[in-house]
């Protein structure tokens, strides 16, 4: 069955790096914009970058510069590299998946990986 799973989460210092990963099965990965969003305790959920196959990224303001998405088409997994971690990044890190092509499901979400940035 299709599914996503996020992996790479972790405890970090503050200015630490941290790479998550997301593997995607059972579906034509290169027909879904890969997105990346985050939950912290208490907080709705936010959107933090996205990816299409072409390449064109968009980032929120608050990680632009410091976090970096890509994907990979051969391997099924999209990626986000996160640098210069603040402790306000604490959060669920959640893998997404979309598509508009009309006869496909048009979402997909992982399960979670935690992030926590703290000294």
């Known amino acids: 069955q299709v599914q996503l799973v996020e992996s790479g989460g972790g405890l970090v210092q503050p200015g630490g790096s941290l790479r998550l990963s997301c593997a995607a099965s059972k579906i034509i990965f290169s027909t879904y914009l890969m997105g990346w969003y985050r939950q912290a305790p208490g907080k709705q959920r936010e959107f933090v970058a996205t990816?299409?196959?072409?390449?064109?990224?968009n980032y929120a303001d608050s990680v632009k510069g410091r976090f970096t998405i890509s994907r990979d088409n051969a391997k099924n997994t999209a990626y986000l590299q996160m640098n210069s971690l603040k402790p306000e990044d604490t959060a669920v890190y959640y893998c997404?998946?979309?598509?508009?092509?009309?006869?496909?499901?048009?979402?997909?979400w992982g399960q979670g990986t935690q992030v926590t940035v703290s000294s």
């Open positions: 990816i299409t196959n072409g390449g064109s990224t």
């Open positions: 997404n998946a979309r598509t508009t092509i009309f006869t496909l499901t048009p979402e997909y």
